[in-house]
């Protein structure tokens, strides 16, 4: 389906005034014909200025711009015009080229209301009423489309939760699995804690029996030494005798004195003797 547009508008005037704006919207025209837009449009800016009312200047200008794909310079150059006209059948053109130019632009609701508005100045403009059918069938792909994107983002924005969701999740389990790893780490270092102090208390200990172990055998050592000392230290006690066993003894004692002065002079008689011998043989 393509769309209708209305083309250029020829001037006829027999004023004087309006035959030089006449002069410019001729030449802006043949600058449009070979797509010296830029050149035209500022022809039939300055027929308008020339004549304000010169509906045709404008309508042109409208139709520059729509060739130039300036469309909402356009739909506005058109809107103007359908809304100082007070020529029906310019309203209806100025309004059917307005919803050409917004159909452009994919407006097409604000399409719609100017080709009503187009049948309504003009009931026989049957190309406003083939446009209107098309824009609406327009609109409604269009809203399909949006509809269809619109689920598009939402799947997507779900996925991205769920997505969200699982990496959070993830993140929840790969804190936990570290939590539960550092716990099992102080566990496993409070462990290795107890071991190593468990094993330097058996070893302190092991190293204290050593220690009272060689330190009773010095004890027995020293205690045997003592024993093998004291008999050489202890002195005798003096025991306690009667008067009559102090005179025995002492009886005892002279006669044992008596006896060795006795034999000692025993003795010396002897030798006495025996040298006298030897002297006198």
């Known amino acids: 389906m393509r769309l209708v547009f209305t ?3 020829v001037i006829l005037s027999s004023m004087a005034f309006s035959q030089t704006a006449r002069d410019l919207v001729r030449s802006g025209n ?5 797509d010296s837009l830029t050149t035209a449009i500022s022809q039939y800016e300055e027929a308008m200025i020339l004549d304000p009312k010169l509906e045709e200047a404008k309508f042109n200008l409208g139709d520059a711009y729509y060739k130039q794909g300036k469309f909402a310079d356009a739909a506005s150059t058109f809107d103007e015009l359908a809304k100082t006209s007070s020529s029906k059948e310019m309203q209806s053109n100025a309004h059917f080229n307005q919803g050409n130019s917004l159909m452009e632009m994919q407006k097409f609701e604000g399409a719609i209301n100017s080709y009503k508005n187009s049948m309504k100045a003009n009931p026989q403009n049957n190309d406003a009423r ?4 098309y824009a609406r069938k327009m609109l409604v792909e269009q809203k399909k489309q949006e509809q269809e994107n619109k689920d598009d983002q939402d799947k997507k924005d779900d996925k991205k939760d769920d997505q969200k969701d699982q ?5 929840d389990k790969d804190g936990k699995d570290d939590k539960n790893k550092k716990d099992q780490d102080k566990k496993d270092q409070d462990k290795d804690k107890k071991d190593d102090q468990k094993d330097k208390g ?7 029996n050593k220690d009272d172990q060689e330190k009773e055998g010095d004890q027995d050592e020293n205690k045997g030494d003592k024993d093998q000392e004291k008999p050489q230290d202890q002195k005798p006690q003096p025991s306690q005798m009667s008067k009559a066993d102090a005179e025995r003894l002492l009886k005892a004692m002279e006669e044992n004195e008596k006896k060795t002065r006795e034999k000692v002079a025993l003795q010396k008689a002897r030798t006495k003797s025996k040298k006298k011998s030897d002297k006198d043989w």
């Open 167 to 171: 990496d959070k999740k993830d993140q």
């Open 130 to 133: 083939y446009n209107y059918e």
């Open 202 to 208: 058996d070893k302190d200990k092991q190293d204290q």
């Open 7 to 9: 083309y250029l508008l």
């Open 30 to 34: 043949e600058n449009y014909n070979i």
